[in-house]
């Protein structure tokens, strides 16, 4: 198992915003994070919230692997476990400005607009490949790579978004100036 430079058994908000800037790929296909969003058991917007059930298991698991759900019976959301095991604890992969495998993207997504192909989550798990085969995979390993971001990147946080409990809670983290973000940040 390659290691990885992020620790994710620190809290999901610094996970969170330490993923900004990294590149994430999937079969060689991917991009640069640019916004995440962070769970954790204690807080009431997390699948976690109510204790493990078959659907939230892996949240429950070993750091640095893949979380994946539906969302809204559609979509696979990709998120990574943190915090030690037992925890319940994960962020959101919001969006990724795509840098390699961009005709495999297009052809997933069905669209030729680079900066519409990874602006949300669900655009995220589509352009990716995303399935439910991905749950509880290890992120240090084939089919997923996670690279350190090159250099330390400015990062904006808010609100999150698409929810509807403490919406107040500011763990939603960006990579500022992107273009490629699902909304921009206020």
Known sequence: MKTLAIDFLAPSSEVARRLIGATLLVNSVGGIIV?????DREDPASHSFSGPTPRNAVMFGPPAHAYVYRSYGIHWCLN???REEGHGAGVLIRAIEPIA?????CQRRGLDDVRLLCAGPGRVGQAL?????????SIAAPPFELLPAASRPRVVRGPRIGISKAVEQPWRFGLEGSRFLSRPFR
């Open 101 to 105: 495998g961009l005709a495999v993207m």
């Open 129 to 137: 490949g995303i399935t439910r085969e991905h749950n509880g995979l």
């Open 35 to 39: 916004e995440t969003e962070a769970y």
């Open 80 to 82: 990574i476990v943190c």
